[in-house]
């Protein structure tokens, strides 16, 4: 049974940081693709960041230079560093895997690419 589970959300000021983690288990980490996704309130959910198990990364057009992806394979952890943050990051942030079968050149980064997901962190982030 595939479980994923976030913390690190907050409350935070305009230009802060804060650090997402997503604990994973119950399957081979290392062969599946793991991503970030948000949610805010009244929008669809949005890809932010995705990583594969050789360490590629790829990144939503707005979160770029600000956000970083990175994944601690023994620990089975993914991590989301954050920083200078903006009102507009405030979401809820959903960690997500689907299983590396070589359909992808690149880490997968739309909703309907995945289908584990975890229960979500909130992130809000005041002007």
């Known amino acids: 049974q595939v479980q994923l589970v976030e913390s690190g959300g907050d409350s935070v000021q305009s230009g802060g940081s804060l650090r997402l983690s997503c604990a994973a288990s119950g399957y081979s980490y290392s062969s599946y693709y793991m991503a970030w996704f948000r949610q805010a309130a009244g929008k669809e959910r949005e890809g932010v960041a995705a990583i594969q198990s050789d360490g590629i990364t790829r990144y939503a057009d707005s979160v770029k230079g600000r956000f970083t992806i990175s994944q601690d394979n023994p620990k089975n952890t993914l991590y989301l560093q954050m920083n200078s943050l903006k009102p507009e990051d405030t979401a809820i942030y959903y960690c997500?895997?689907?299983?590396?079968?070589?359909?992808?050149?690149?880490?997968?980064?739309?909703?309907?690419?995945?289908?584990?997901w975890g229960q979500g962190t909130l992130v809000t982030v005041s002007s």
């Open positions: 997500a895997a689907v299983l590396d079968s070589g359909d992808y050149y690149y880490p997968p980064l739309e909703p309907y690419q995945y289908n584990y």
